[in-house]
């Protein structure tokens, strides 16, 4: 079992930037792709990044792809998200996933493991 826990949330100002991070527990994430979701009220939780088990690939949602940065650090069992020029749009609670396997993949429904998520907020 993976115990995943967010941490970095916040309320910031729109062009300003916050860092998440994921820190997982329980046995290592290396041979997982870990993935960082996102769910505003009354929409669906959608994919906003995902890197694979060895950190050499990246995948980004078209809404944040250039503004985000997703990154792991195997050592720490920690993934990282990087949020950059944030906008109101890009409030939700983001959550962390794992799934065991390589290669990342966009839909919420393969993932193993979540956490519980922190409050992203921002204003206009």
């Known amino acids: 079992q993976v115990q995943l826990l967010e941490s970095g949330g916040g309320l910031v100002q729109a062009g300003g930037s916050l860092s998440l991070s994921c820190a997982a527990s329980g046995r290592t994430i290396s041979n997982s792709a870990m993935s960082w979701f996102r769910q505003a009220p009354g929409k669906e939780r959608e994919f906003v990044a995902g890197i694979n088990r060895s950190g050499g690939s990246t995948f980004y949602a078209d809404s944040v792809r250039g503004r985000f940065t997703i990154s792991r650090d195997n050592a720490k069992n920690t993934v990282y998200l990087q949020m950059n020029s944030l906008k109101p749009e890009d409030t939700a609670v983001y959550y962390c996933?794992?799934?065991?396997?390589?290669?990342?993949?966009?839909?919420?429904?393969?993932?193993?493991?979540w956490g519980q998520g922190t409050q992203v907020t921002v204003s206009s």
């Open positions: 996933a794992a799934r065991d396997a390589t290669m990342v993949v966009r839909s919420p429904s393969v993932y193993n493991y």
